[in-house]
């Protein structure tokens, strides 16, 4: 139960990111503005959990080699992803770009096929045809008109997606000889680090607006938004495992579009309300036949 009410915070903090975003960007906030903050907050939060868990010594001890593809992991995710992401929170729906980044896990398995050279189970291509599908009905909602509404946005949302997921590819890659703690640290730092310097050469970078309201809401995006959604998730993981913790974690989509809807009256179509149905549904799909296989794996093994 406590790994399951652990997920599901998490699950729900990142919903609430473009709702933080959306609302600060109606006070005249940018999307450099914004990322930069919010790393520069969060990053010695980060620091300091990662400090206390694993300890200064284990941090600097990692390989370079480690370290190094860490940092460009998160450059591609948490500095160039997030930019396409909060630039296209200022194009579409917040509904929208939570249910389109949720369709990473499937192109994981795709990077994973691809590298590897593996042809995905007949369930797994079930999986990816529904996500896909999804997508696709989410984006133009079977109407021209919210074709060309979501198509930049969307399409800056898909390439975050990707992003991310090779970020998580690189995870498999690296995480085994630095720990998962001491991969997420080195490569939020050299996002923020990168986003510093972007923002420093920046001409928008003094446009910050530090009203009493926008206080609240940048520590909301930092605190309940990343920092406590990347705590409660990493220890949700930990109790349950990722296949059950990534079955929780669907609730996250429909929490940023009743969110949405409430807070900017943001609505989805009948067809889009379909597409998010066949992208949580190609997720499950995903997570079962990957539950499966490592079923299937551990009996060989014990065989």
């Not at 995710?77 to 200022?90: K, N, P, R, T, V």
């Not at 379909?274 to 079923?295: D, H, M």
Request: charge should be positive.
């Amino acid at each position: 139960m406590a790994g399951i009410a652990l997920t599901s915070i998490g699950a729900v903090g990142f919903a609430c990111k473009g709702i933080f975003a959306k609302a600060l960007y109606v006070d005249g906030w940018n999307a450099l503005d914004l990322l930069t903050t919010r790393a520069l907050l969060a990053l010695p939060i980060i620091a300091a959990w990662a400090i206390s868990v694993v300890g200064v010594r284990t941090l600097i001890s990692a390989p370079p080699r480690a370290i190094l593809g860490a940092a460009a992991a998160g450059v591609g995710c948490y500095y160039i992803g997030a930019l396409f992401d909060f630039e296209a929170l200022q194009l579409i729906d917040a509904s929208v770009e939570r249910v389109l980044l949720f369709s990473y896990p499937s192109m994981v398995v795709v990077f994973h096929a691809v590298i590897y050279r593996e042809r995905p189970a007949k369930r797994v291509l079930a999986a990816l045809a529904l996500t896909y599908a999804g997508i696709l009905m989410v984006v133009t909602g079977l109407d021209a008109s919210v074709l060309r509404g979501n198509l930049t946005g969307a399409g800056l949302v898909l390439a975050c997606a990707v992003t991310s997921a090779l970020y998580y590819v690189a995870g498999d890659r690296w995480t085994p000889s630095i720990g998962s703690l001491a991969y997420t640290f080195y490569a939020l730092s050299a996002a923020t680090l990168c986003l510093a310097l972007h923002r420093l050469i920046s001409p928008a970078a003094l446009t910050v607006n530090w009203a009493p309201r926008d206080i609240v809401l940048v520590a909301g995006i930092v605190v309940f938004a990343t920092v406590v959604p990347m705590l409660a998730m990493a220890e949700g993981v930990r109790r349950l495992g990722a296949p059950r913790a990534s079955l929780v974690s669907t609730i996250g989509p429909p929490t940023t579009i009743l969110l949405g809807a409430w807070l900017f009256g943001e609505r989805l179509h009948s067809a889009q309300w379909l597409g998010v149905a066949l992208i949580v549904a190609g997720i499950l799909t995903l997570e079962a036949a990957n539950r499966s296989a490592r079923k299937a794996a551990s009996a060989s093994i014990g065989a």
